[in-house]
Structure formats: C-alpha cells, structure tokens
C-alpha cells in the first residue's frame, strides 16, 4: 500500500513515516518545509533502511501538490501538514485560516480529482474546548478558544461533509493529546524555534542551560498539586496509532472519530520531577501567574480507540522523559 504524508518532515509525520516503513508501506511525503527541515528524509532513511520519496510543495499552492499525485496512486493520505502554534494563531488568525484551511481544501480538491478519497487527519484534543468532566471521549462537545483550534474544528466539520454525498470518501479524525517525547536513536524529535510555548520542549531548554528556569503556569488549578493536568503522550505511540488507523480509513467509509491519547493525567510538577528521576538533571522552577486560555485538567477516554482500532498506548512518563532528553542532547547545536 502507498501512503502520502502531508507535513511528513515535521514531528510527528516523521515518526508516523518510520512506523509505516516499518510496517512495509510505501511512503510518500510532501512538506513545504517552513517547520522542519530536509535532513529528516536521510534520518528516516538511517532509521528504517528504506527511502521515502520527498516532494517540496505547499498546501496554499494547489499547483505544487499536482506533481504528487500524477506521479503517484495512494491507498490513503495522512494528512499532519498544518500551523500549530496556538499562541501566533491568535495574532496571525488569516495566515492560521489560509494554511490550514485553504490548504487543506486544496488538498482534497486533488484526492477528489485523483480518485483518492480517504484520509486520516490530524486533529486535537484542543477542539474539546473546556471539557467539563474528564476522562474526555468522542462524544463529548466541541469548542474552541483560539483561530488554531477553530481550524481543527472547521476541518473536522469540512472532512465530514465530504462522506454525506459521496459514499466513496472515508475519514479518520484523530483528536491527539500533548505528544512529547522522541525516537529513541535521538535522530527525530521536536526542536521549535525560538522560545517554546510548549511544556517539554521548554523543559528541554532548561535543562541543557540555554533558559535558566521554567515558569510553572499557575499552582491553584482544583488539580491534586494545583498545576495544570494533561495527557501526554509518546510521539511513537502516537505515531503507531496512525498506522492502525490506516487500516482503519481504508477499509471502511464514513466518519471516524478517535482520541489518541494515554487516558492518564500528569500534573505540570508530575512532568518536572519524571524528568529530574528519569535524567538525573535539575530542572529550576517558578510559580507564574496562569496561561491565558488554559484549563485545569484534559486527559483522554482511550477505550474506543483500543476497541476499534486495536491500539494503545505502550511507553510510559519516564520513557518519554528519557527520549526526550536524549534527543535534546543530540540536537543542541541546532
Ligand atoms: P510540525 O510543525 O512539526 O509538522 C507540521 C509540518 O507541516 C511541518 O513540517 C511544516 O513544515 C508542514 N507544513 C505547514 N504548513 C504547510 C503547507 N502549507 N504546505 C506544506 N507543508 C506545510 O507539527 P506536528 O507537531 O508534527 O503536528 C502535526 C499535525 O498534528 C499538525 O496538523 C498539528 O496541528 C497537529 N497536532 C499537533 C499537536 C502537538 O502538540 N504537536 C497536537 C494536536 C494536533
Ligand atoms: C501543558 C501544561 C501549561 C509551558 C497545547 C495546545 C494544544 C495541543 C497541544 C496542538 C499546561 C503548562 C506550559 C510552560 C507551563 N497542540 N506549562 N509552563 O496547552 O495542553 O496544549 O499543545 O493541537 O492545542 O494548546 O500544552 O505543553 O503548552 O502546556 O506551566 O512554559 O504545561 O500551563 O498546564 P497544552 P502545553
């Protein structure tokens, strides 16, 4: 089976990438590479001992996708290729709607027109808004706070339409929880620019001395030590999610919505001190005023992704801690 990656240069298309070499598809990637960088594609390679075939194009620019799918026949697209900074979407919300948006109509303007209407996308627990019980599952309303996270809920909304007319087109939403963590050979992880908004990868500047503390955002959340809880998740696990869901969007049509996360909650000072156990390494704290936009507590209901897609999450906290670190580690130069 041959499968295009959108956005399979970036964090976790790349893992998803190895998992499905490992599994023996055919991998096909375009990426415009405004969030990753080429050398991705040898990593892979180094990782898997098999090539992926890499195509330079943008989302925004139909033009520039065609080239793919004339020279290509999928199964199905895993479609990652996206802006996720919550933060600049709320500063920048047109470039967040045009991206992500127009980008992805474009996109399956092209599966329609190549015949190729099954698509696994990635969206996130984000469109949960501020769930007011948790565990979170499927069923469970939708909002949002942010531009970023209203593209999520629109594209959901947008990929759904396209089965109600169409009986030939089937969709796998996967809502993600917070993905840490990285491959264990230290060649793909995460590495943001600038100063990161996210959690681990913040953690990871502080620990190899390019910030001298983390800010801990807010301590008087009604969560056991008052800091915010989350479900974090390893990005390998993730990405094997995404393989399982192949078999999933290809042999079925219609909608299909799953939570890809641990269905266990970690406090902000949880992931502080599995780092310092799991590395040896001090991670200096303050207590800073909450994070515009945050909630208490989000972690996932699992069960209906173990139920129909037989997966689950196998790597814990520490696990995430270590591979993350060594990645950091090895990638501190750049
Ligand atoms: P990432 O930024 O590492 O990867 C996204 C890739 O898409 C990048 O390589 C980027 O260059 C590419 N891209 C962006 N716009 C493009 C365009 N117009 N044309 C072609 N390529 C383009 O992000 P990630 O963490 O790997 O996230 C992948 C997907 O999962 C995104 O859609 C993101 O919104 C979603 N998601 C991420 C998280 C998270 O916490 N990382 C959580 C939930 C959902
Ligand atoms: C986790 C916890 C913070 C940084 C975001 C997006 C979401 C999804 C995943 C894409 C919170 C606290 C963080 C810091 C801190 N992405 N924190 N100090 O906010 O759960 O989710 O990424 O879809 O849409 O919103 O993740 O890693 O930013 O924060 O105390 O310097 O860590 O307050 O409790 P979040 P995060």
Redesign the pocket.
């Known amino acids: 089976m041959k499968i295009l990656v959108?956005?399979g240069?970036?964090?976790?298309?790349s893992h998803t990438c190895v998992e499905l070499l490992n599994r023996g598809y055919e991998v096909v990637v375009?990426?415009?590479?405004?969030?990753?960088k080429i050398d991705v594609v040898d990593k892979i390679k180094k990782i898997t001992g098999k090539e992926i075939t890499f195509y330079k194009?943008?989302?925004?620019d139909k033009e520039s996708m065609r080239p793919v799918f004339e020279e290509h026949t999928f199964d199905a697209v895993i479609h990652?290729?996206?802006?996720?900074a919550v933060g600049e979407s709320v500063e920048k919300p047109l470039l967040y709607y045009q991206?992500n948006i127009t980008?992805t109509l474009n996109l399956c303007e092209l599966m329609n027109e190549y015949q190729c209407k099954k698509i696994i996308f990635?969206?996130?627990?984000?469109v949960y808004g501020s769930p007011k019980t948790v565990p979170i599952t499927e069923d469970f309303p939708l909002s949002t706070t942010n531009p970023y996270g209203s593209t999520?809920l629109m594209l959901e909304g947008i990929l759904s339409d396209f089965c109600v007319p169409d009986e030939e087109w089937s969709v796998v939403l996967l809502r993600?929880f917070?993905?840490i963590g990285a491959h264990e050979s230290g060649l793909l992880g995460?590495s943001p620019n600038g100063i990161p908004n996210?959690l681990m990868p913040y953690i990871m500047q502080v620990a190899v001395g390019k910030l001298p503390e983390l800010g801990v955002f807010g301590n008087d959340y009604d969560t056991p030590d008052g800091t915010g809880v989350r479900d974090y998740i390893h990005v390998v696990d993730l990405a094997k999610g995404h393989v399982n869901a192949v078999q999933k969007v290809t042999g079925t049509t219609g909608v299909n919505i799953y939570n890809l996360g641990t269905g266990n909650g970690y406090s902000v000072l949880d992931i502080v001190k599995a780092f310092e156990e799991a590395n040896g390494v001090k991670i200096p704290y303050s207590i800073k005023p909450r994070r515009a936009g945050d909630i208490a507590e989000c972690y996932a209901n699992p069960k209906k992704a173990k139920e129909e897609l037989g997966w689950e999450a196998q790597y814990d906290l520490r696990r995430m801690c270590e591979d993350s670190w060594r990645f950091a580690k090895m990638n501190q130069g750049q």
């Open positions: 959108t956005g240069t970036g964090y976790i298309g375009f990426d415009n590479l405004y969030n990753s194009a943008d989302m925004r990652f290729a996206g802006l996720k991206n980008g990635s969206s996130s627990a984000t999520k993600y917070n993905p995460e996210n």
